[in-house]
Structures are given as C-alpha cells and as structure tokens.
C-alpha cells in the first residue's frame, strides 16, 4: 500500500513539468483590444491545449529586463511597441524570432518583419470629432489649426511625438516630406512656432482612454486620438469621426523575452496570431489593421473602410519614423516640456 502511495506521489511529481507546459502567458496593454485578442487569438489557441494567462502591463521594458538578467522569466510572449522592439532586441532581451515557423515574410508589411518578433497589428494616431456637434467634417490638419472655421477646444497627446509631424503638415508639408524637414533645425523650430499658434486653445491628454471622453462631453471640439479608441467608443454608439488625412500609423510586436520557459509553445502562438484567419478575425472585434497582408482579402468590405490599412485610409498616411525619434526624441521632449510650460 505504501508503495503504491510513494508511486502516485511520484507520479504526481513527474506529471508537474509536463502541466506547466500545457499554458503560456501573454502580456498585452489590455482595454479593447486585450479584449480583442482575447477573442481572436487567446479562445482559438487555448483549444489547441495550452492555456493562455493574459497579464496587463503598460510597456515597461524594464520589468522584461529585470526578468531576464535574473533569469526568472515568467512571461513567454509579451506585446511591445515600435522603439521598444529595436531597444530590447539590441540589448538582448528577445529571443530571436525563427521565421522558418511563420508564414513567409513576403506577406507581411515590410515595417512587420523583425530579427527578434513580428508585427502585431497596425493602429493609427489620426484626428477625431464628434458628429454630433459638427455639422461639416474637419478634412486636412490646416482644418485643426483652424479655430475660426472650427471653434472650440483642440485635445493633443501630451509630448511631441505626432504633434511636430501634425503641425507641419498643417504648416503645408507633404506627409512624405515630414521627417525629412523636422531633421532640420529649421524646421523643427517652424513645427514649434505653428504649435505655438494653437496653444491656447490645446486640452492635453495623456491616456488613450481620454480623447473619445473630451468629444462625448463637449470639452474639446477635434482631439488627436488612436483610431482604436474611437472605434471602441463607436461600437458603444458614440457618434464619433473619423479623419484618416494625414494620420500617422505604427506598429505593435509579438516579442518572447529570452529565456521564456516555454519558448516552443510561443513560437505556436505567434505563428497562429501572425496567420491570415486569424488576423481577419482580430479586425472583427476592433479596427486595428493586419500586418499579414493576405487577411486584407478576408475581411467584410465595411469592416476594411475602418482600419488604417484600408487603401483610402493609408492613402496619405505617414509611418512613424522609430529612427528619428531616437535619435531626436530626448531633445525634442526636453523643448517641448520647456514649450508647454511656458
């Protein structure tokens, strides 16, 4: 009998490892689309036979860094912005990615395809208002600045990052043409002096949650924001706008931090949420556009209008450019907490 105890005790011990290999965690930035992914991605892959724990987090590398120089990783996926990518992958704390197990990089966005992850989904930071209250539709970012045509409040992201690149375009600068002028002394100061011209009336927001709340109540009359955000607020029956001109779109990555316990299993779930079903499916749930550019000819023709990789959508679109702000981005944070100050 004894015997017997020791080898179900044994047996229970043996059959550990083999159960933590049956879940992964994936780390995301939660809201909508922590919601969405949940539907499209996490459901799917957990009848595959691994369970997936969703963890929130709000970008910080630091806690993937802590992990890793530990050699306590505890996440095995984990959801990353454009500049966190480059930074964490030059400083060795992704594992590189091994692309003979995903589809074929020639159908992915090129901006999609990286040594240490992949492209997630496409969103846009692009210029919103609420329908309700305005009876003609702001067109160019000239629009924005236009207080007099458009009267009332105009709510901006806290920093300088989209706000330069709008304001140069509504000084008449090509989108094409933005980064190129904003290198430049010259033109920095030119994207500064038109901000200027619309301080007073600029209502700062610092989370995305923020700029559909200022439009449904009336505090501010256009407001940047993140496409998702109104889309979210859409779906809520928020009679909300969008302005696709001129909107600059980014990526997010899937990323697995070195030394993931469960790195086999990662690999599987990126795989799948990089696949063209699955993708199509995301789109669904919130208007975050694909980075698979087969899933394009999977999604409902009104559902495609909404996302910022739609033709008409990305027509005038300006990718951020990871590279400036790096190089740039310090100094030009500095000057614009001196400018806002001010």
Not at 228 to 251: S, V
Not at 301 to 306: D, G, S, T, Y
Request: hydrophobic share 45%.
């Amino acid at each position: 009998m004894k015997m017997k105890t020791l080898m179900i005790a044994v047996a229970a011990v043996m059959a550990i490892p083999a159960m933590a290999q049956s879940q992964i965690t994936v780390v995301n930035f939660g809201g909508a689309n922590g919601a969405a992914q949940k539907k499209a991605y996490f459901e799917p892959f957990e009848k595959t036979g691994t369970k997936v724990v969703q963890v929130e987090y709000n970008g910080e590398q630091a806690k993937i860094k802590a992990m890793v120089e530990a050699k306590k990783v505890t996440w095995d996926v984990v959801e990353v912005e454009s500049p966190d990518i480059n930074r964490g992958c030059d400083e060795g704390l992704f594992e590189k990615l091994d692309w003979s197990k995903l589809p074929p990089k020639s159908d992915f966005q090129a901006a999609a395809v990286h040594e240490c992850g992949v492209g997630a989904f496409v969103w846009s930071t692009v210029m919103a208002y609420n329908a309700d209250k305005l009876k003609t539709a702001p067109v160019t970012w000239a629009d924005f600045w236009d207080v007099k045509k458009f009267p009332g409040k105009r709510g901006m992201r806290k920093g300088p990052r989209y706000n330069l690149e709008f304001a140069l375009m509504a000084d008449g600068v090509a989108p094409a043409d933005v980064y190129k002028v904003l290198a430049t002394k010259d033109g920095a100061d030119r994207a500064f002096k038109k901000m200027t011209e619309l301080k007073p009336n600029i209502q700062f927001w610092e989370a995305g949650a923020q700029p559909p709340q200022f439009l449904v109540a009336g505090d501010v009359a256009i407001t940047t924001a993140y496409n998702g955000r109104i889309d979210a607020a859409q779906r809520e029956g928020k009679n909300l706008g969008i302005t696709w001109t001129g909107g600059i779109y980014d990526l997010d990555f899937w990323v697995m931090p070195k030394g993931t316990p469960n790195k086999a299993a990662a690999e599987k779930f990126i795989a799948m949420a990089a696949s063209v079903e699955e993708q199509a499916e995301y789109t669904k749930h919130i208007s975050y556009g694909p980075t698979n550019n087969k899933a394009l000819a999977k999604i409902d023709p009104k559902i495609l209008a909404m996302l910022p990789t739609s033709p008409a959508n990305s027509k005038t679109a300006l990718q951020f450019n990871i590279s400036f702000w790096a190089d740039q981005g310090e100094a030009l944070e500095k000057r614009f907490a001196a400018w806002a100050a001010q």
